[in-house]
């Protein structure tokens, strides 16, 4: 029978009809291309073959073909263990991750196993010596995702690092910066620290309210020209939610590490935005008098009373909520930009259509087009105002149409921005929750440092004794020596029988 191809050749546990690989240190001249190699990985047994081997002879399993003509050196340098009699190499790595890997000898290229985490199974691809070139786009893509997510692992827990810690060569000012910013910008730090946070979002709160009651009549009290303006106590409230909001900034920006990266921030952007028109209208107030008449001083300075109204996105800096939504509209540019375009399309066709059908009644509300946009807006988004309605069969025919292709156009893109929110939410809550960890292991590994290491590390197999001289070459029986990679677990010896918390969370 023909020999079986691709992956069903890899799985026979006995090649009876191959050359076999030599003997250690022996010089053989066969052809590579008919030896067969005999690997366990992670206690799976599997039957290479050198000319599917040899396509890619800077991979680790190509260069096992030639390795035995160097000796045992060698041999070790490749893998975790060689049985002379069986003439068997022993990998302590992943199966499931080496069955992906080797795809790469009869397909050329590599796909990643769902449940594997990638960045583990990058460094099983590097172990083994396979180019990531070989992976494909959308495991490449998965890859990348979870190098950001580390990332941020990481400077979420160097951000906590620097929190915590404190250099006694630093100056009494910078220390004091590093106070106030983490008192300001930390709430978590402190017990003080959370009170200023609620009062801050109090005190926005409070000036939203006040703006919206200043501009009731019954509230409003009149000059000495008979204008209505505000009462003087909502303006005084006003005045001292400014001050604070002042104060808050003025502190953060000394206190800031990096002033250029705080003033371009969005969310202090808005600070600014928030709190300088009340200082621009009262610098108009009393000196803008004097370079303009008095009726533009109050346009100008009821103009910029109307920017107050960006102080309400100042809740956004207290609210994890209003960030995550924020974050999800950006990420949800494309589905809104197909639904202003379903819009779009809706609005200039069946507004069209109403004008058309609309023109054979004398007292029609469809003077032209472009007012009719009004009226398919107002139909299509579900609203109704009623100023502009059809009044003819045909016309209200259009309009039923309208109302329900605008339901459907509005419901399509929904589904996939509440999917961003609710993944973009999650994923706050693992990077928070994995950052935690981070720091509680890397305390464990500490605390148990001068106790001697439990589960076995790097420095803990290179530091044991070394073999007594005149031994037999190691066996599969002998101790594994240490893998090329930082996700090898080293296996327990019969005097530690638990793993640490670090390993088992590898």
């Known amino acids: 029978m023909p020999a079986e191809p691709g992956p069903a050749r890899a799985g026979r546990m006995d090649g009876s009809g191959e050359r076999s690989l030599p003997e250690p240190g022996s010089q053989s001249s066969a052809a590579s291309d008919d030896i067969e190699i005999v690997v366990n990985v992670g206690g799976v047994r599997q ?71 990638p960045i583990c199974f990058k460094n099983e691809m590097d172990f083994w010596k396979v180019d990531l070139k070989f992976l494909d786009d959308c495991c490449k893509s998965h890859l990348s995702e979870k190098r950001e997510e580390l990332e941020e692992i990481a400077r979420r827990v160097q951000l906590i690092l620097d929190d915590l810690g404190v250099d006694a060569a630093e100056g009494r000012w910078r220390r004091c910066q590093k106070c106030v910013w983490k008192f300001l910008e930390k709430p978590e730090s402190s017990c ?19 703006m919206c009651m200043g501009t009731i009549p019954e509230l409003q009290v ?68 004097r370079m303009m008449e008095l009726t533009n001083v109050q346009q100008a300075v009821q103009a910029l009373r109307i920017m107050r109204i960006a102080r309400i996105f100042k809740l956004a800096r207290h609210s994890s909520g209003l960030q995550t939504l924020t974050y999800a509209l950006k990420r949800s540019f494309k589905e809104l930009g197909l639904l202003l375009m379903y819009l779009a399309v809706g609005i200039f066709v069946f507004s069209a259509l109403g004008y058309t059908m609309e023109q054979s009644h004398p007292e029609t509300l469809f003077k032209s087009i472009p007012q009719s946009f009004w009226w398919a807006i107002i139909t299509m988004t579900t609203v109704g105002y009623g100023d502009i309605y059809p009044k003819t069969t045909l016309g209200k025919l259009n309009a039923a149409i309208s109302f329900l292709c605008g339901v459907i156009a509005i419901a399509l893109p929904i589904h996939p921005i509440i999917n961003n929110f609710v993944r973009y939410y999650n994923k706050q809550r693992v990077l928070e929750t994995a950052a935690k960890h981070e720091l509680e292991l890397m305390e464990l590994n500490s605390s148990s440092g001068g106790e001697g290491k439990t589960g076995g590390s790097r420095s803990d197999l290179d530091n044991l004794p070394p073999e007594p001289a005149g031994k037999e070459a190691p066996s599969c ?13 080293p296996l327990l010896t019969e005097e530690k029988h638990h793993r640490t918390r670090l390993q088992s969370c590898k």
């Not at 800077?58 to 060689?82: M, P, V």
């Not at 080496?98 to 790469?104: P, T």
């Not at 926005?204 to 309210?209: M, N, W």
């Not at 921030?265 to 300088?276: E, G, K, P």
């Open 47 to 117: 039957v290479l073959y050198g000319d599917l081997l040899s396509q890619y002879p800077e991979t680790r399993l190509a260069e096992l073909i030639n390795c035995l003509a160097g000796g045992y050196d060698t041999i070790f340098s490749l893998c975790d263990d060689y049985d002379p009699g069986k003439r068997e190499f022993y990998f302590d790595r992943d199966p499931d991750a080496f069955k992906c890997v080797i795809e790469v000898y009869y397909f050329g290229e590599v796909h990643m196993k769902k449940g594997i985490c």
């Open 192 to 210: 003080p620290a959370r009170v200023v946070a609620v009062l801050s979002f109090l005190l926005i709160l409070v000036s939203s309210v006040v």
């Open 222 to 289: 009149l000059d000495a020209e008979g204008n209505r303006v505000e009462h003087p106590t909502l303006e005084n409230v006003e005045t001292a939610c400014i001050g604070w909001f002042t104060l808050e900034y003025l502190l953060r920006l000394f206190s800031s590490p990096n002033k250029l990266h705080f003033a371009l921030s969005f969310m202090n952007i808005v600070d600014v935005l928030a709190i300088l028109p009340f200082y621009v209208s009262l610098t108009l107030t009393h000196l803008g008098a």
């Open 477 to 489: 029986s002998s101790r594994l020596k240490l893998s090329h990679s930082d996700t090898f677990i």
